[in-house]
């Protein structure tokens, strides 16, 4: 198949940026769309062209790094599927495509389509830990955990860290990142003596890099390919009212 793509190039955060078009032939509907980027970026070094700028690395599905706009839709038209799983059977014959970075204020442009995503490392780093005393590994069921408890905290843990929800949401909020990194140690055992005061300093953190407030809109969970459900947000308010009363 033969594809035109309009893709955002810009040079760096100072940069204004604008859309190129390109024209991508033979084109294999078993390609992946970061494959048929690759073919296009080896066709414009052959020509002696800047070769677009766009993050990967396992192209699994699993590491977060391949967020890209695509027609408008974060991951793509696929749902619950990352970039690099997004594959061109999905698309059709003479497609234009659209391609963008992720559009968040705190997700400055580096180059193209790579955004630094270090705010998310630094919320992280705010309270996504637990207290863990040193010494020999404990045993595997010292300490018991409800099976409900265990399925909902591993369903919050999927959460990849790629900030499609972030991208999806007319409010650029990060809630439902933040949300799923509060739960999925809050519901643990182990992650109980942060709990207050994980829940402040990441929705803090949160707060302090730009991220906008939820209004509950639900394009987050809709662009989220792991499914992470918009009920955590909720989890989340309630964690960090009772942390408020708490500290009171």
């Given at each position: 198949?033969?594809?035109?793509?309009?893709?955002?190039?810009?040079?760096?955060?100072?940069?204004?940026?604008?859309?190129?078009?390109?024209?991508?032939?033979?084109?294999?509907?078993?390609?992946?769309?970061?494959?048929?980027?690759?073919?296009?970026?080896?066709?414009?070094?052959?020509?002696?062209?800047?070769?677009?700028?766009?993050?990967?690395?396992?192209?699994?599905?699993?590491?977060?790094?391949?967020?890209?706009?695509?027609?408008?839709?974060?991951?793509?038209?696929?749902?619950?599927?990352?970039?690099?799983?997004?594959?061109?059977?999905?698309?059709?014959?003479?497609?234009?495509?659209?391609?963008?970075?992720?559009?968040?204020?705190?997700?400055?442009?580096?180059?193209?389509?790579?955004?630094?995503?270090?705010?998310?490392?630094?919320?992280?780093?705010?309270?996504?830990?637990?207290?863990?005393?040193?010494?020999?590994?404990?045993?595997?069921?010292?300490?018991?955990?409800?099976?409900?408890?265990?399925?909902?905290?591993?369903?919050?843990a999927t959460c990849i860290g790629c900030g499609a929800c972030v991208a999806a949401c007319p409010n650029g909020s990060a809630s439902l990142f933040v949300?799923?990194?509060?739960?999925?140690?809050?519901?643990?055992?182990?992650?109980?003596?942060?709990?207050?005061?994980?829940?402040?300093?990441?929705?803090?953190?949160?707060?302090?890099?730009?991220?906008?407030?939820?209004?509950?809109?639900?394009?987050?969970?809709?662009?989220?390919?792991?499914?992470?459900?918009?009920?955590?947000?909720?989890?989340?308010?309630?964690?960090?009212?009772?942390?408020?009363?708490?500290?009171?």
């Amino acid at each position: 198949m033969n594809i035109t793509l309009r893709v955002w190039r810009q040079r760096n955060s100072d940069d204004a940026g604008g859309m190129q078009t390109y024209q991508v032939t033979d084109v294999s509907p078993d390609m992946s769309f970061l494959e048929m980027l690759d073919v296009l970026n080896e066709n414009l070094t052959i020509a002696g062209e800047d070769p677009i700028a766009f993050d990967s690395d396992c192209r699994e599905g699993i590491c977060g790094m391949c967020g890209l706009v695509i027609n408008g839709l974060a991951h793509g038209p696929k749902e619950r599927v990352t970039t690099c799983q997004l594959h061109m059977r999905s698309f059709s014959d003479g497609d234009v495509i659209d391609v963008e970075p992720w559009r968040a204020e705190p997700f400055t442009v580096i180059k193209d389509l790579i955004v630094d995503r270090g705010a998310f490392d630094r919320i992280i780093q705010a309270g996504g830990f637990i207290t863990a005393p040193t010494g020999t590994a404990p045993d595997a069921h010292a300490v018991p955990v409800p099976k409900a408890d265990a399925d909902a905290a591993f369903d919050a843990a999927t959460c990849i860290g790629c900030g499609a929800c972030v991208a999806a949401c007319p409010n650029g909020s990060a809630s439902l990142f933040v949300a799923a990194k509060v739960t999925h140690l809050g519901l643990l055992p182990q992650g109980q003596p942060e709990r207050h005061s994980r829940a402040l300093d990441m929705v803090a953190q949160a707060d302090l890099e730009g991220f906008g407030g939820c209004t509950q809109i639900g394009e987050c969970t809709a662009a989220c390919p792991k499914g992470i459900q918009i009920d955590l947000i909720s989890r989340l308010n309630r964690d960090v009212l009772g942390a408020l009363t708490h500290r009171a």
